[in-house]
């Protein structure tokens, strides 16, 4: 995930949606979830083990067991006044613990996407750990979230996992299971991959996951496809859906593999908070860059989906006038962190931004 223009976008957000229709803020604690692993995993589930099968197995998709859990918005907005589109969004969750249960030698800390050929053997991972990584949910077999019967709805029904991780192709613009990626060969594209503060350091001098650290997933909404594949079925259900994933490798029933890999908490276990979420919707346009920050020959902050000369202009009058919202780096650098003061490198990040246009 570009965390980049991750933080740019939330110093220049409030100058690119103050004049649009006002955008709401929304939280909520998960409605629905379940361990995804069959035969054993359901909505009882007080623990969420996320781990892969061994890679090859053609028996068993790579993504064995995986969360799924679901957002219910239905109380909070109007659906009437959509269609909505999706500014941000943010789910946290929590790591209950690892499958070491050890509080020296838990989950290792890995926040960057590993390309399939890592796991595939073609090429080694350079560093420790498996990310865990956050997907847009599928439903099969007729499903939606408001049909889904956290308690009654088995995990896998008529030759199909009821609910599955999936991104966008990138030939015909369509969901994609990625539950089975590595023996498909191809990447896959996760909404977010999981950070967290909540770290220790572990034997090997390496970063590891504390037993009931916050997982924040901030999800990449650059992909006008999986944006509009979440807003479809927020504006269809008042829903949004998600399955948290990874690659982390265990054996038979999950007992014992050569990784240590993550357990997360569900709506079921003691001691955690639940899985939440926060959105950021609008009825007006969305931004297609950071750089995009005004409506065609104006300079209001309103985004457009173009990046031209009157979003330039804005931001120049902002930077001119020493304004906060013009405050996207460090002194020197050009990484998209405020330093509470603002002089040319942030001028100069934005005009690379401002160059490169929208993708």
């Not at 999950?254 to 955690?272: A, H, N, Y």
């Not at 020959?297 to 804005?314: E, H, K």
């Not at 902002?318 to 405050?327: E, K, R």
Request: proline letters at 7%; charged letters at 15%; a negative charge.
């Amino acid at each position: 995930m570009n965390r980049t223009l991750a933080r740019i976008s939330m110093f220049l957000g409030a100058a690119a949606t103050t004049a649009a229709a006002q955008p709401g803020v929304y939280s909520a604690s998960a409605e629905k979830d379940a361990w995804t692993y069959p035969p054993v995993g359901s909505g009882f589930s007080q623990v969420a083990p996320v781990f892969g099968s061994p890679i090859g197995v053609p028996a068993d998709p790579d993504r064995l067991g995986y969360y799924y859990v679901a957002f219910d918005l239905n109380s909070q907005i109007d659906l009437s006044q959509g269609p909505y589109d999706i500014a941000s969004i943010t789910v946290t969750a929590y790591l209950l613990n690892s499958s070491t249960f050890s509080g020296t030698n838990g989950t290792f800390y890995d926040d960057s996407y590993d390309s399939f050929i890592t796991y595939d053997g073609t090429l080694t991972d350079t560093d420790p750990g498996r990310p865990i990584e956050l997907y847009a949910a599928m439903y099969n077999n007729g499903l939606s979230a408001l049909t889904w019967n956290e308690f009654l709805t088995p995990v896998f029904q008529n030759g199909l996992y009821n609910v599955e991780p999936v991104d966008i192709d990138p030939i015909t613009k369509m969901p994609r299971s990625v539950q089975s990626n590595v023996d498909d060969g191809f990447d896959a594209t996760p909404l977010a991959v999981a950070t967290t503060t909540d770290t220790y350091v572990g034997s090997g001098n390496t970063f590891r996951i504390a037993d009931g650290a916050e997982l924040t997933f901030s999800l990449d909404l650059t992909d006008p496809d999986l944006r509009q594949l979440l807003a479809d079925e927020l504006n269809a259900d008042g829903t949004l859906s998600f399955a948290i994933s990874s690659l982390h490798a265990a054996g038979f029933m999950g007992q014992v593999g050569d990784d240590i890999w993550p357990r997360l908490g569900t709506r079921e276990s003691f001691g955690l908070p639940d899985p939440s979420i926060e959105v950021v919707l609008t009825t007006g346009p969305v931004a297609c860059s950071p750089a995009d920050v005004t409506s065609t020959g104006t300079a209001n902050g309103v985004p457009d989906g173009t990046v031209d000369l009157s979003d330039f202009s804005f931001y120049l009058s902002l930077w001119s006038a020493g304004d906060a919202q013009a405050d996207v780096t460090t002194t020197g650098t050009a990484d998209g962190v405020p330093d509470g003061s603002v002089d040319l490198s942030d001028f100069s990040f934005y005009l690379s931004l401002w160059s490169a246009g929208c993708p």
